[in-house]
């Protein structure tokens, strides 16, 4: 053999080899999947563990052409566009791109991001393809059931049929679950059985003969759910006891496995079951799981919706005295509705039905598993007479605390000693046992009549609403209002909870867009803040990041997204994901800054823009070195140890607007001492009472004002957030990031 030719040969195969290597240094540990083609046959070079999860391979395969390895790819047309990119040298990409991958009987459908790039030789000829992608499944999933969803709710919006309703449902699930039987059960005013809903993929004999099945610990996998009031999984009905009875006739119907949860309204209240069948014994998994909560959920609305229509039908034909009961109800919880806070919405409760309802009124709560008074209204001095009465508050608070305990109304008469001479304590009847008239006997002198109804939302009894009266009747009708009026009250007691809770999983989800903590960077100290806008009820666009680079180098970036809210959030996370990536691959902060730039203009609509600052940093002697990109943000500011505040005010553009981002990167030596400190434009852009910006020259007079010689990163930001706030308060129209390096 020619020596000549020898040569050229051995190093194609040491290139070949150090290029694998260098793709399982980069993709190994990746979330994105690749693969590296060879030559025109498209041969598997190399694939990411990502790459052979998706497909259902492993290394074994590798140097396979990848048509003999999925010969599926081909009738997709993707072998033809991997052709196309040799053959031209274009890179090819696209956006949630169905494929459906798998040999026969074992396919899966799938959807991927992905982009087709040439890979290059020494000498500039096209020798292979790389391919990256990200599996987009779980997104396209979520969007088609939002959209099913969204029409579900249509429907129940527009009053639509209750059957039409559960039965677009059921098609609904079993078009994007195909092996999945859904079924809908209601249950019967008796509660005690289970009627026919919807079943619409189900054998007409097999929906007749579980119409009328009985609510039990043992009957099927539904009426044990209605029974257990808890989800109820049957992996293998045939050999299941809970189908003892009902085993032929799944069999008879094809049915082998039955997933049931039950339906229940916002007070935990039975509606009905919902049920997935499947033909094979099978356990569910987490899609099915999730399925059978949002659609149980749906249907709860549907049913919930179909009721209230149906009372309200009722309650037009009532007299003229309940429909001026009803008007009362809705204008005393709108009322109540309209406190944003706990307490006072409770206590709103108690002034509003006196004197409609009763002489007095109070609340009691628990609060940290003690029960507090919390409210008492009344109608003057025969209000006030009765709570002073003696005995009456005991009688009361043990009425309180049973009410607590079974979460059923009480009602009855108050016999004490100083109300009146026959005898002591309460003659009560607990609802629903018909519906008490609590007066005094003829020729008795006067008693109190009381109602206690619990504060309940759901399944929690967390309060007592009471009202006691010494002139009129609290019979049902009285009850029944006073029920009502404490479910509303309740209601929206709970959710001025929940508005807390909001907040909370808004700076949750935000905190899930921001470095968990900050790394430890050799040679320098970091600190980073974040202030949301408002009351933090939206996620926000600010972010920051430091992450490690190779050679010892380290990456931080800052950045502001325009917008709030899930598409904000969205755009932050590929930024950031993009610049990780990016920046592993690319050595240079321009070229990092224009990927970005490249993914927003590729993957977001053309309003979304996005402000940063990119850096790269590395350590040289006792000093650092830091390369800055700056992208239409605010300029960093450089603290140096003496005191001394210089701005980098090099151009740079918005990303997301244009192709191309101009200007180049600067760089700044940072000796010990010296800090960088990024922020976003919330923090320049604070406006105090009478409207004036914070601006760059107060920020630059707060890192001037720490005292002493190379003040700590973390004293220059508290430095900076005292300012801001001092200058225009707690509350801030956006929100505000800063990023402090200081070089140690």
Known sequence: ????????????????????????????????????????????????????????????????????????LEPQGVLNRLDEVYRTGTAYRARGA???LGTPGTEREGYFDFTCEPRRDAAGTVDGVVVIAVDTTAHHDAQVLAAEQRVLLERIARDAPLGEILTGMARAIEEFSPDLIVSVLLADPDGTHLRHGAGPSLPAF??????????GPDVGSCGTAAYLRAPVIVTDIATDPRWE???????????????????????????????????????????????????????????????????????????????????????AS????????????????ARLTVPSLASLCTVHVVEDGHTHRIAVASDGLAGESLLSAPGLSDEIDGAVARVLASGATESGLIRTA???????????????????????????????????????????????????????????????????????????ADNAHQFTDRVRLARELQAGLLPPELPVVPGAELAASYHPAGEGLDVGGDFYDVFPLPDDRWALIIGDVCGRGAAAATTTGMVRHTARVAARLLHDPAA???????????????????????????????????????????????????????????????????????????????????????????????????????????????LVA???????????????TAAVSAFAGDATNDDQAALVLTAT
Not at 206 to 215: F, K, L, T
Request: proline residues 7%; hydrophobic residues 40%.
């Open 592 to 702: 990092v800054v224009a990927a970005i730039n490249d993914a927003l203009i590729e993957g977001t609509s053309e309003d979304t823009f996005v402000s940063l600052i990119y850096g790269e940093l590395r350590r040289a002697d006792a000093r650092l070195v830091v390369d800055v990109m700056r992208a239409g943000h605010v300029p960093p500011l450089i603290r140096r140890a003496e005191g001394p505040v210089e701005q980098l005010s090099q151009p740079g553009q918005l990303l997301g607007i244009a192709p191309g981002v101009g200007g180049c990167p600067c760089q700044v030596v940072l000796s010990p001492g010296d800090s960088l400190v990024l922020v976003t434009d919330g923090i320049t852009e604070a406006r105090d009472a009478d409207g004036e910006f914070f601006e760059e020259q107060r920020l630059a007079d707060a």
């Open 334 to 349: 709108t009322a109540i509705t309209r406190e944003p806070h706990y307490f006072d919405s409770l206590q709103c409760l």
């Open 98 to 100: 169905r494929l459906v």
């Open 1 to 72: 053999m020619s020596t000549d030719r020898l040569g050229p040969v051995t190093e194609r195969i040491r290139s070949l080899h150090r290029r694998s290597t260098e793709y399982e240094d980069l993709f190994d540990q990746a979330p994105v999947i690749f693969a590296a083609l060879s030559g025109p046959g498209h041969r598997l070079e190399a694939a990411n563990p990502a790459f052979l999860e998706a497909v259902g391979g492993d290394r074994g395969q590798i140097g396979a052409p990848l048509g003999e390895l999925l010969p599926e």
């Open 245 to 331: 009875g009902y085993q032929e006739l799944a069999r008879q119907a094809g049915v082998a496995a039955c997933w049931s949860t039950p339906i229940l309204d916002a007070d935990g209240q039975l509606l009905g079951t919902f049920a997935m069948y499947h033909r094979t014994p099978k356990a569910p998994d987490d899609k099915d799981v999730a399925l059978s909560g949002a659609f149980a959920r749906i249907a709860a609305l549907a049913i919930e919706r179909r009721r209230a229509l149906e009372a309200g039908q009722a309650a037009q034909e009532r007299e003229k005295e309940a429909r001026e009961d009803l008007a009362f109800v809705l204008d």
């Open 706 to 720: 720490v005292p002493g010689p190379a003040p700590s990163a973390d004293a220059l930001l508290e430095s900076v």
């Open 206 to 215: 097999y929906n007749e003969a579980i119409d009328g099945v009985a609510i």
């Open 418 to 492: 100083g109300l009146e001479s026959g005898g002591t304590g309460l003659d009560s009847h607990s609802r629903p046992d018909g519906s008490p008239r609590a007066h005094a006997a003829p020729g008795r002198p006067a008693v109190p009549a009381y109602v206690c109804v619990p504060l309940a939302t759901r399944g929690r009894t967390f309060g007592v609403l009471t009202l006691l009266t010494m002139d009129r009747d609290l019979d049902g009708h009285v009850i029944a209002l006073a029920e009502e009026l404490a479910r509303r009250a309740a209601s929206s």
